[in-house]
C-alpha cells in the first residue's frame, strides 16, 4: 500500500527564515502527491499537487516542494517563514490500488511553529 | 460561498445517543468522503461516494451509515455513540476521483461524547 511518512512532528523557525518540512514516501507505481494546511479549527486546504509533471511543484503561499524519485521524498520548503503560516502540514499520497477509487492516506503532520 | 459546508461545527452528547452530521458543497463535483481525525490530528477516511453510490468504505462500524441523498450532499448517521467516536469529522469532495484531483474540505464538526 501507499505510504507516506513526515520525518518531524514539530518544527520551529523564526519569522524570516526558511521552512523545511519533510515526507518520504512509499509506492509501488508513480505516486500522486499533496502537501495540505490545516489552521487551528479549519479544514485543510491543498497547498500544492505533484502528478507526475515538473518534479518541482510551486504552490500557494510562497510554498514548493520538490519530486525526488531517488530519494522518495516530497520535501515541503518556502523562502521566508510569516507568522501566518504556522498551522498543522500534511503531505499525502493518493492510494486507488484497493479499490480503483482515489483514497488519501494522510502522513501524520508535522506542527510548524513561528516565532517573531 | 462557501464551498464545503457541514453542520454542526460542534456537536456535543452522551454516550448511547444517536447523532447525524450533514455536508453540502456547491463546487459541482460528484465524489464526497468523510474523514475522522483524532486527538493526535491523524486523519483517515471512513467513506467515499461517487455520484450518490458508495465506493470505499474502510472497516468502520455499522453504527456509522453514510447517506447521500443526491451528488451535493453526504450525510453521517450515527448511533449509539460511544466514547471513542469523540473526533472531528470532515466532509470533502472532488471532481471525479482520479489522482490528480485534489480533495476540497468543510471546516470539520467537533464531537464530544460525554
Known amino acids: 500500500a501507499q505510504s507516506v511518512t513526515q520525518l518531524d512532528s514539530h518544527v520551529s523557525v523564526s519569522e524570516g527564515t526558511p521552512v523545511l518540512l519533510r515526507c518520504n514516501y512509499s509506492?509501488?507505481?508513480?505516486?500522486?502527491l499533496f502537501w495540505y494546511v490545516q489552521h487551528p479549527n479549519k479544514g485543510l486546504q491543498l497547498l500544492l499537487k505533484?502528478?507526475?509533471?515538473?518534479?518541482l511543484v510551486k504552490g500557494i503561499n510562497g510554498f514548493e516542494a520538490e519530486f525526488k524519485k531517488s530519494e522518495t521524498s516530497f520535501h515541503l520548503t518556502k523562502p521566508s517563514a510569516h507568522m501566518s503560516d504556522a498551522a498543522e502540514y500534511f503531505c499525502?499520497?493518493?492510494?486507488?490500488?484497493?479499490?480503483?477509487?482515489?483514497?488519501?492516506?494522510f502522513g501524520t503532520g508535522t506542527r510548524l511553529l513561528v516565532s517573531p | 460561498d462557501t464551498a464545503v459546508s457541514q453542520t454542526p461545527k460542534y456537536l456535543v452528547t452522551q454516550m448511547g445517543n444517536d447523532k447525524s452530521i450533514k455536508c453540502e458543497q456547491n463546487l459541482g463535483h460528484d465524489t464526497m468522503y468523510w474523514y475522522k481525525q483524532d486527538s493526535k490530528k491523524f486523519l483517515k477516511i471512513m467513506f467515499s461516494?461517487?455520484?450518490?453510490?458508495?465506493?470505499i468504505n474502510e472497516t468502520v462500524p455499522n453504527r456509522f451509515s453514510p447517506k447521500s441523498p443526491d451528488k451535493a450532499h453526504l450525510n453521517l448517521h450515527i448511533n449509539s455513540l460511544e466514547l471513542g467516536d469523540s473526533a472531528v469529522y470532515f466532509c470533502?469532495?472532488?471532481?471525479?476521483?482520479?489522482?490528480?484531483?485534489?480533495?476540497?474540505f468543510g471546516d470539520g464538526t467537533r464531537l464530544s461524547i460525554l
Open positions: 505533484y502528478t507526475s509533471a515538473a518534479t
Open positions: 509506492s509501488s507505481y508513480s505516486p500522486s
Open positions: 499525502v499520497v493518493s492510494d486507488r490500488r484497493n479499490t480503483g477509487f482515489q483514497k488519501l492516506v
Open positions: 461516494y461517487n455520484n450518490k453510490e458508495l465506493i
Open positions: 470533502a469532495s472532488s471532481k471525479g476521483d482520479r489522482d490528480n484531483q485534489p480533495q476540497h
